[in-house]
Every structure is written in structure tokens, then in C-alpha cells.
Nanobody, 117 residues
Framework: VQLVESGGGLVRPGGSLRLSCTTS????????MSWFRQAPGKERELVAS???????YYEDPKMGRFAISRDNSKNTLALQMNNLKPEDTAMYYC????????????WGQGTQVTVSS
């Protein structure tokens, strides 16, 4: 099973990026999907999750700048990131947690997001 992220890059503070993650439909349709990130020298942290039905969860409720979404018809997970800050600089990973255990079994290779002036 392959998860492929895209959409990362270099952006100035205050800018926006939209990350995407695609995988096979057989996994996507039965999985809760999440975005994680890992900054240099820090542990990987959960950013946001979405259930199979599309309910959303954000690890930091104050992170209203980010929005996770999924399109089950396209097997695509997205993360819209607005008003980016230098502290958002990290490698961003998508992960799939398939039913019934809902444990993260599949991970992408990551896409780098760098916020710098």
C-alpha cells in the first residue's frame, strides 16, 4: 500500500499551502486518515485527523489556520494550511488507520514544508 503526499514547498510567513495525499481506494475508504508533522529535532506530532465519514479532529484546537478534508470519490486527503508561520516548518506525513483496529498501519514518505522569509 502506497501513500503519496504532494504540495509541500517553500512559502513566506503568512502564505498558504495545500497538501494532498492519495492512496488506493481499497485502503482509503475503510481508513481514518491523519496528517502528522515532524520538525527537526522534535518528535512527530499529530496535526489533524478525519474519520471515514469525514468528521474532523485537530490536535490543537487553536490551530484554526489548518483544515483537513477528504474526498472519498478521489481517494484523496488534503490539508489546507493558511497564515503559515515559521514554526510550521516540518516534514508533513499522511497516515492511514484502517478499520477495524484503527491503528496507523500505512505512512507516506512525507512532503517538506518550509516557512521562511
Amino acid at each position: 500500500v502506497q501513500l503519496v503526499e504532494s504540495g509541500g514547498g517553500l512559502v513566506r510567513p503568512g502564505g498558504s499551502l495545500r497538501l494532498s495525499c492519495t492512496t488506493s481506494g481499497s485502503i482509503f475508504r475503510v481508513s481514518a486518515m491523519s496528517w502528522f508533522r515532524q520538525a527537526p529535532g522534535k518528535e512527530r506530532e499529530l496535526v489533524a485527523s478525519t474519520s471515514i465519514e469525514g468528521a474532523t479532529y485537530y490536535e490543537d484546537p487553536k490551530m484554526g489556520r489548518f483544515a483537513i478534508s477528504r474526498d472519498n470519490s478521489k481517494n484523496t486527503l488534503a490539508l489546507q494550511m493558511n497564515n503559515l508561520k515559521p514554526e510550521d516548518t516540518a516534514m508533513y506525513y499522511c497516515a492511514a488507520a484502517p478499520a477495524p483496529r484503527f491503528e496507523y498501519e500505512y505512512w507516506g514518505q512525507g512532503t517538506q514544508v518550509t516557512v521562511s522569509s
